[in-house]
């Protein structure tokens, strides 16, 4: 009897072990911390030429203000506030003030996508088609009538994959954004939400309308930027059986500790919105309603998650986010991605879907590759790179392990090269 009870706790202790390593990484690391810049490679004095910089362009009204964050090797180096959130009101900007963070919304819905694939739920190559069955035989723009906006097409030579979608190769347009006027009033015409909205809309909704439109081209056959993250937004609820806020939320925000990203805002947090602005006569004014209401994501139905464009967020929170990339599909504890997986997302896809295509894309950001790095201030050969519609921009240098972040909300404005300046100026302030 004795022998029996000893070997049964012997399993149990063997079970336990087995379980707590497989759920939990060898070596969990910590979520970002505060830290003085010169101990992990940093020129505080270097990094005060960031205050001078983004201080110069609120004076000079070129912004009406900034949240910039750094970090390096997991802590965090850098991060203060510029200027006004809300001129008219006076409202000065906070770092945990919340943004529209538009397109950097993208690189989250891949995460999402990317974390199912690990799962098996499907291939990268398989047709969108396979899930969403309104894109079966997808034709090609071929001729359009300015009068009345009607069109011919001719049938595509391939279906649009998960691959395309993530690496803007699939064809789709981008309605009022499009750089083609054809397909600006083809998606006006069809009535097709492009970026944000208060009507009361599903993604399900928008996208089935979507995919009875023409593509620009053949998928797989030229890089254009797409609502390719919107169709990927919808294809998550269709795979995980969940809605893709919820997603999103459960599987991301919660596990990262990211409590400030979100599609729509609680009332708790309204007064944290930083207002979209732009100049009129020399004078800050907030940003009027056009094809969608700066508004979104406080009133209306908050019923439309885009998948390309949606989400709002604070510039510590998106800050972790990427620290998860660079640590390899990790932090704190949880890990959402695999090392492997993420060396995937990371490598340039586009010489594999087309020799033909210039351009440096992975499976959820674009990269910097050797000219990048070679003409300077870009980062490392790798940097992982996006930005967003109402001005804000991002990178991450996995060689460097530094992370920028710059959080802006205007719209419609000349000469702000801040953005630009700002990636320049956290590289030039490593010191080891």
């Known amino acids: 009897m004795k022998k029996l009870v000893f070997i049964f706790l012997v399993s149990i202790f063997f079970v336990s072990c087995f379980q707590s390593k497989k759920d939990t990484p060898t070596q969990a690391s910590k979520t970002l911390s505060l830290e003085q810049a010169d101990e992990v ?22 912004i009406p203000g900034a949240v910039a ?6 802590k965090l180096v850098y991060h203060k506030a510029f200027g006004m959130a809300d001129n008219a009101s006076e409202s000065v900007l906070k770092q945990s003030d919340i943004f529209r ?27 969108i088609s396979k899930y969403i ?11 359009f009538n300015e009068t009345d906006s009607t069109y011919t097409t001719k049938p595509a030579e391939k279906p649009i994959t998960i691959r395309h979608l993530l690496t803007h190769t699939s ?29 009361d809309i599903s993604i399900e909704d928008n996208i089935k309308k979507l995919a009875k439109l023409p593509l620009h081209h053949n998928p797989g056959e030229k890089f254009t930027y797409s609502e390719g993250l919107d169709v990927l937004g919808y294809f998550i609820e269709i795979v995980s059986g969940m809605p893709f806020d919820a997603f999103l939320k459960t599987r991301i925000f919660e596990p990262l500790g990211m409590h400030d990203t979100q599609f729509y805002l609680p009332e708790s947090k309204y007064n944290r919105l930083v207002t979209v602005q732009t100049k009129e006569d020399d004078t800050w004014v907030k940003y009027p309603i056009t094809f969608y209401d700066t508004d979104y994501p406080i009133k209306g139905a908050k019923r439309f998650f885009s998948g390309g464009a949606g989400l709002t967020s604070t510039a510590k929170d998106y800050a972790t986010f990427l620290q998860m990339y660079l640590n390899n599909g990790e932090l704190n504890g949880n890990r959402l991605l695999s090392r492997t997986t993420v060396e995937t ?11 033909d295509i210039k351009a440096v894309h992975g499976l959820a950001f674009g990269l910097v590759d050797k000219k990048g790095h070679d003409l300077g201030g870009n980062g490392s050969e790798g940097t992982f790179v996006w930005g967003g519609y109402f001005n804000t921009t991002y990178f991450a240098d996995p060689k460097e392990e530094i992370i920028g972040v710059l959080l802006k909300q205007t719209q419609r404005i000349k ?6 300046k700002f990636r320049k100026l956290v590289m030039q302030a490593v010191d080891d």
């Open 133 to 143: 069955p309104e894109f079966k035989d997808e034709q090609i723009l071929e001729t």
């Open 171 to 199: 064809g789709l347009g981008y309605g009022v954004i499009d750089g083609d006027h054809r397909f600006r009033k083809l998606y006006n015409k069809a009535g097709i939400i492009d970026l944000f909205t208060t009507n």
């Open 101 to 127: 963070i538009a397109s950097q919304t993208k690189a989250i819905t891949s995460t999402a996508v990317m974390m199912l694939w690990e799962e098996g739920k499907f291939n990268l190559d398989d047709p």
């Open 345 to 355: 997302i990371l490598t340039n896809q586009i010489p594999y879907i087309s020799e």
């Open 41 to 62: 490679g940093m020129s505080e004095l270097r990094l005060s030429y960031i205050d001078t910089m983004l201080n110069q362009a609120v004076s000079d009204d070129i």
């Open 69 to 74: 964050l750094v970090s390096r090797r997991g």
């Open 415 to 420: 000469g702000d090269d801040t953005s630009n």
